[in-house]
């Protein structure tokens, strides 16, 4: 079967093991794929590094990884990519020439087009309160916010085309503000008067790129197997729908390439 990529968002880790247990942040996730018999590749960048920094070391991970399990280079992998790592790995299919290499992106709650939260954080909590200036003292990276603002995606999206030779996927997340986390009501509303139905951070408008495969029924952390809610919560395990959507995926594409 085509290896698998499964890449993190901002804030993401990999390999991360507390008291004895491995922390996963596509948490079952990886594991139901993994039991699929995909080979599985789970890479770890900066966290709050910035689109180009992220992108490069997502490349130079996976083609250690494939060299390391002796994949052929023929062998096209097939990448899912949560939030900002869905704009990483545009970039590098795109700008690093890794076209080659992958066969489809299938982006999972990906603000493609930008979030109006991180524009709202940007002026308020970097610039008037001096956000920016204090992370700069401290020689911390957090350019991953400047790369989600709206006037940034935009400018991103004109540079950065898609590969007529890759197929691009996506998914989406919403659910209504009584079924967010507390924490993330704010978001929500600013999200929601500007683009409409969102996940709390980012805005189906903004995550539908490529062949639309859908909008789940979870906020952006239930996308990975987070859940902040104590409300009812029909959707529970989200991991089958990645099985799901992996197998619309490979429908899609020519596994003999």
């Not at 280079?73 to 080659?100: P, V």
């Not at 493609?112 to 401290?138: E, F």
């Not at 004109?158 to 503000?177: G, H, L, M, N």
Request: proline residues 5%; contains cysteine; charged residues 20%.
């Amino acid at each position: 079967m085509l290896p698998v990529v499964l890449h993190h968002g901002v804030m993401g880790f990999t390999g991360v093991r507390i008291a004895g247990i491995n922390l996963s942040y596509f948490r079952n996730i990886d594991r139901v794929i993994a039991q699929r018999a995909n080979p599985l590749i789970t890479p770890g960048v900066h966290p709050t590094g910035g689109v180009a920094l992220r992108a490069r070391q997502l490349k130079t991970q996976i083609l250690r990884e494939l060299k390391k399990n002796k994949v052929p280079r023929s062998q096209k992998l097939i990448i899912i990519a949560h939030s900002m790592g869905g704009l990483d790995a545009r970039y590098m299919i795109s700008k690093l020439g890794m076209d080659d290499r992958v066969a489809a992106l299938l982006t999972v709650c990906t603000p493609h087009r930008g979030s109006p939260y991180a524009d709202w954080c940007l002026l308020n909590l970097g610039k008037r309160l001096g956000g920016l200036r204090l992370m700069k003292l401290l020689n911390l990276d957090i350019q991953a916010l400047s790369d989600l603002t709206t006037d940034h995606c935009r400018r991103f999206n004109e540079q950065v085309a898609d590969v007529p030779t890759v197929r691009y996927f996506s998914i989406s997340a919403a659910r209504p503000w009584n079924k967010v986390p507390p924490f993330a009501l704010h978001a929500w509303r600013i999200i929601h008067s500007a683009e409409g139905d969102n996940d709390a951070l980012v805005s189906v408008q903004s995550s539908t790129w490529g062949e639309h495969l859908g909008v789940w029924p979870a906020d952006h952390w239930h996308s990975i197997n987070r859940r902040y809610t104590l409300l009812r919560n029909p959707t529970g395990d989200i991991a089958p729908y990645y099985l799901k959507a992996l197998d619309r995926v490979l429908k899609r594409v020519d596994t003999s390439s």
